[in-house]
């Protein structure tokens, strides 16, 4: 593994630029619609107003990103969102970072479940796999007629009736 050659810090508006250019690089993880649906959204985590939002920062540059918030009307069930790396720094570890740090947040907030939408692409299958993630649900040509849309779900605390309602596809 290469040597990390990055920190995390939590994003500032000034960021949001870099972070929207970060996703126009991922076009094999984030399709074209899908980003200025991003836009708003990740704007409002920076602000704090719905969850709180990360970067990965290299020599000055956003080279990595994602956040988190909270589910309305549930009780400890956050989502995972918006997580991209640059091109040039994927399989560094740098998503799994940036994932375990907000899945402890979540912990710490007294988070029961993590949930996550994404793309149907083989990356997304795995890194989600590989972090301990279940697919529960999926929809069919969601964001286009070649790429659905998974929901995958974490179970983060010890209660052991939580996960009664999933289905798991």
């Known amino acids: 593994?290469?040597?990390?050659?990055?920190?995390?810090?939590?994003?500032?508006?000034?960021?949001?630029?870099?972070?929207?250019?970060?996703?126009?690089?991922?076009?094999?993880?984030?399709?074209?619609?899908?980003?200025p649906a991003a836009q708003k959204y990740i704007e409002e985590l920076i602000k704090g107003m719905i969850g709180r939002f990360f970067v990965s920062v290299s020599k000055n540059k956003i080279v990595g990103c994602a956040g988190y918030s909270k589910e309305a009307d549930t009780d400890g069930v956050y989502s995972f969102n918006w997580l991209a790396v640059h091109p040039d720094f994927k399989r560094h570890g740098m998503a799994t970072e940036l994932y375990n740090m907000i899945?402890?947040?979540?912990?710490?907030?007294?988070?029961?479940?993590?949930?996550?939408?994404?793309?149907?692409?083989?990356v997304?299958?795995?890194?989600y796999k590989k972090m301990g993630f279940k697919a529960c649900g999926r929809i069919p040509q969601y964001h286009s007629e070649k790429k659905d849309l998974i929901w995958y779900y974490k179970k983060v605390s010890k209660n052991k009736n939580l996960l009664k309602h999933f289905t798991i596809v």
């Open 1 to 35: 593994m290469k040597q990390k050659d990055y920190r995390i810090r939590e994003a500032v508006i000034k960021d949001f630029p870099s972070i929207m250019a970060l996703f126009k690089m991922n076009s094999d993880t984030f399709s074209r619609n899908e980003i």
């Open 103 to 122: 899945e402890n947040k979540i912990k710490a907030f007294g988070g029961r479940l993590i949930i996550v939408n994404a793309g149907s692409n083989e």
């Open 124 to 127: 997304n299958r795995f890194f």
